[in-house]
């Protein structure tokens, strides 16, 4: 469905917000629960036998096997022994502080110059949690359905669904206003790791990390006044890459002020739901259209843009994706992989399929307060999250990848052990950061049990205002200055209002899992529970604390009247033993992790250079690849979809939501589309989390699709990139310009889109074309 960044949900909370309480990090927002019956929900869970029951009972095995111990010398016919590191494991999303022009001629006999790239670059825009692109000389943007969702939603006047029906600007004065949007543009880079290295060398181990967060700060400012300060319209953000080994400064165009002019119904711009997410074969218009303007409100000019091709694509065709890939731990060494998979990941997977769970009840009971803070959306986040989880856990648990992965290692290690120079430096890296994760497996059901505590998104909105709170009594009894409370006040008063049956389902899932975790006989957990069962405590503790309400909490915080014996607050002291059982073992490993990792980083570049990319940080890459179908199933997924597959999902799934076509696309409509045209394509351009949207590019940079999801095979690119499997799926051009002409009569966008050509109303455009 999506490879936005999605929903972050924090695995662990950063030692530098602990205070008095020692306690987790900083909680916001709110996150959805169920009103089903709890009494089921409280009993502990089963671990034995086949998995029934609600999401926190479907928990996969904890063996907790130990690092290396899922390796064995034979798997299924193959001696692991024998297993070789492939040439792109480690993926190809380039920078364009490194454009790879040598290699792009080797593949694809293209002649990208440095003019090339910087087209590439310039075209190409970062919103919040997607890329885009521009694709007009006026301002038109183009990005994926479900990151503009959240704006669809915002621009619904009273009795309007427009996230359900469409948004549709017939004329250009119809296209609405949204807030709180920003687009980037990178319009410079600067490098600036000599500098950083040099500063940090002189700096004790421990303390880099710190000294490194104010170097990057004062770098930062420095060139911001030199761009002409906050005033000039450009924002400069500070990028690592390989994990800290090289730093780099971004410098923005940043755009704030746009209008929503199309986005088709969820069906379509959503169309296979939630079963379809991260499959292919495809058959969806994951596709939407904003448009940057001038502060007069005019369409703004923009020089640097995208051409549409039309023509279209065959197999076999290379194509170019420029966009901001979220995150990928594809340096990570292979004790952390294997930390992952019998530790966090799978504790954050099974969190993730209790909180779904949780939301969906809610949003089924309370269709008009899902709908008010827009619950729908974050279920389908949340099941984007467990789904990639899921498929990343699955490939954690094949030993063959594990023994690719080993062997780049293994390589790493000889180049290093080969060189007196390197060996000196970064000789131990690898078998340090294998001890930091042994150091972590002793806080094993420490970390289960507080996994992403704090999290907006999965917690309890009164025990985020417990934290704030704690935080504030913690600051004034200890002298603060104002400055600081008034920022925490602020804090505690931005942690948006929750339904009250949600607040205490989200605040009894917490107790569950502190006491099947840490066990009932914990310090914890009986200074939470006192005898009674995860509902009945957050039920007592919802419905008699003034923090569950979110104006009393703001007159507390003004009026100086909290008080630490509220029963969310002394809920959030009982937590405090169990959670600094957690963060003593955690905060050591988290500093030594960062500090290894750079070394690592720099350790990587200076035995491969640039011929291997660092990990995605959400900045802007540009990576390659062909058209190209794959052996999935059994049979072949075909390169292209069409719509006559499209028709053929809606009848053959007659009545099922996931693949019912909105009345306007019934009818007479299929008459008046070509349906042999393709809607969807893969390619084996290597992506992430964060490239929904991004601009899918011809060898001549001209726009052919925009990119919106990644098959199922391609879940564990996490970690290592396979291009005999990876895929993404891209919707095609074409099948957006035959959508808006022949289903929505958009004259005027087409006119936009294909001759660069801007009306003020469909009237213009019809008689134009």
């Known amino acids: 469905m999506k490879f936005s960044r999605g929903i972050s949900v924090s695995l662990f909370l950063p030692a530098t917000l602990l205070t008095l309480v020692a306690c987790g990090g900083p909680p916001s927002s709110v996150s959805p629960a169920p009103t089903t019956p709890e009494a089921q929900a409280d009993e502990p869970p089963t671990t034995t036998g086949a998995p029934q029951g609600r999401p926190e009972d479907l928990e996969l095995p904890r063996t907790d096997p130990g690092p290396g111990q899922m390796v064995e010398p034979v798997v299924f016919g193959v001696d692991l022994d024998t297993v070789e590191a492939g040439r792109f494991d480690q993926g190809k999303m380039w920078t364009f502080e490194f454009p790879p022009a040598a290699y792009f001629a080797e593949e694809y006999g293209l002649g990208a110059d440095s003019a090339w790239f910087a087209r590439a670059r310039l075209g190409a825009l970062r919103i919040p949690n997607c890329s885009a692109s521009l694709v007009s000389a006026d301002g038109l943007v183009l990005t994926n359905h479900h990151c503009a969702r959240e704006?669809?939603?915002?621009?619904s006047g009273e009795g309007e669904g427009l996230l359900d029906e469409g948004f549709y600007a017939t004329d250009l004065a119809d296209?609405?206003?949204v807030e709180d949007f920003q687009a980037d543009q990178l319009v410079d880079l600067v490098d600036v790791t000599d500098e950083v290295n040099a500063r940090l060398d002189e700096v004790a181990e421990s303390e880099r990390p710190a000294a490194r967060e104010e170097l990057l700060e004062e770098i930062r400012t420095r060139?911001?006044?030199?761009?002409?300060?906050?005033e000039a319209g450009v924002v400069v953000e500070m990028v690592s890459l390989y994990d800290g080994g090289r730093t780099s400064a971004y410098v923005f165009r940043r755009y704030t002020a746009a209008r929503l002019v199309m986005a088709p119904e969820l069906r379509m711009g959503f169309f296979g739901g939630e079963p379809d997410n991260f499959t292919y074969p495809r058959y969806n218009l994951d596709f939407a259209l904003f448009r940057l303007v001038s502060p007069a409100g005019d369409p703004l000019e923009t020089e640097d843009h995208f051409q549409v091709d039309d023509d279209g694509l065959a197999e076999g065709d290379a194509v170019f994706i420029v966009g901001n890939p979220?995150?990928?731990?594809r340096?990570?060494?292979v004790a952390q992989l294997e930390f992952r998979r019998d530790v966090s990941d799978r504790a954050l997977l099974e969190l993730l399929r209790a909180r779904i769970e949780l939301l969906a009840d809610f949003v089924a009971g309370h269709a008009e307060a899902a709908e008010a803070h827009d619950l729908r959306n974050r279920v389908f986040s949340l099941e984007n999250s467990e789904k990639s989880y899921q498929g990343q856990l699955e490939g954690l648990e094949d030993p063959v990848l594990l023994a690719r992965r080993a062997a780049a290692q293994a390589d790493f290690q000889t180049a290093l052990d080969a060189d007196p120079g390197l060996l000196g430096r970064y000789g131990d890296l690898i078998s340090r950061m294998a001890a930091v994760q042994e150091e972590k497996r002793g806080a094993a059901d420490a970390i289960r049990a507080f996994i992403a505590f704090g999290s907006p998104v999965v917690e309890s909105a009164t025990l985020q205002r417990a934290f704030w709170g704690f935080q504030l009594l913690s600051a004034e009894q200890g002298g603060a200055a104002e400055d600081q409370l008034a920022s925490l006040r602020e804090s505690l008063e931005g942690v948006e209002q929750q339904h009250p049956q949600l607040d205490a389902a989200l605040l009894a899932a917490r107790f569950r899992e502190l006491r099947r975790y840490l066990g009932p006989d914990h310090e914890s957990v009986q200074a939470v529970l006192r005898g009674r069962s995860p509902a009945e405590a957050a039920q007592a503790v919802v419905g008699g604390s003034q923090l569950s309400d979110s104006a009393a909490t703001g007159e507390a915080a003004r009026s100086g009247s909290l008080i630490p014996q509220d029963p969310a607050m002394q809920v959030f002291q009982g937590l405090i033993p169990g959670f600094l059982e957690y963060n003593r073992a955690m905060s050591s490993a988290q500093q030594q992790e960062e500090i290894l990792a750079a070394e690592l980083g720099r350790a990587r570049f200076e035995v491969y250079g640039t011929d291997v990319p660092p990990d995605a940080t959400f900045s802007l890459r540009i990576a390659d690849g062909r058209v190209a179908s794959y052996p999935y199933n059994g049979t072949r997924a075909p390169a292209f979809t069409t719509f006559f597959g499209l028709y053929d999902r809606h009848f053959s799934f007659e009545g099922d939501p996931a693949w019912s076509l909105p009345e306007r696309w019934l009818g007479d409509t299929p008459e008046r589309l070509r349906l042999?045209?393709?809607?969807?394509?893969?390619?084996?351009?290597?992506?992430?989390?964060?490239?929904?949207?991004s601009p899918v590019l011809s060898r001549e940079l001209e726009l052919v699709g925009?990119?919106?999801?990644?098959?199922?095979?391609?879940?564990?690119?996490?970690?290592?990139?396979?291009?005999?499997?990876n895929r993404s799926v891209t919707v095609d051009i074409r099948a957006i310009l035959e959508a808006l002409d022949e289903v929505y009569d958009m004259d005027r966008l087409v006119l936009e889109l294909t001759r660069g050509v801007v009306v003020s109303t469909e009237a213009e455009a019809d008689a134009a074309r």
């Open 151 to 155: 704006f669809v939603t915002q621009v």
């Open 175 to 177: 296209e609405r206003p």
């Open 223 to 230: 060139l911001l006044e030199d761009l002409g300060g906050d």
């Open 326 to 329: 979220g995150t990928t731990n």
């Open 331 to 333: 340096l990570q060494t």
């Open 676 to 693: 042999s045209l393709p809607m969807n394509f893969v390619s084996s351009v290597d992506i992430t989390g964060g490239n929904s949207g």
């Open 706 to 725: 925009v990119v919106f999801d990644g098959n199922i095979e391609s879940l564990p690119g996490d970690y290592i990139y396979l291009p005999e499997r």
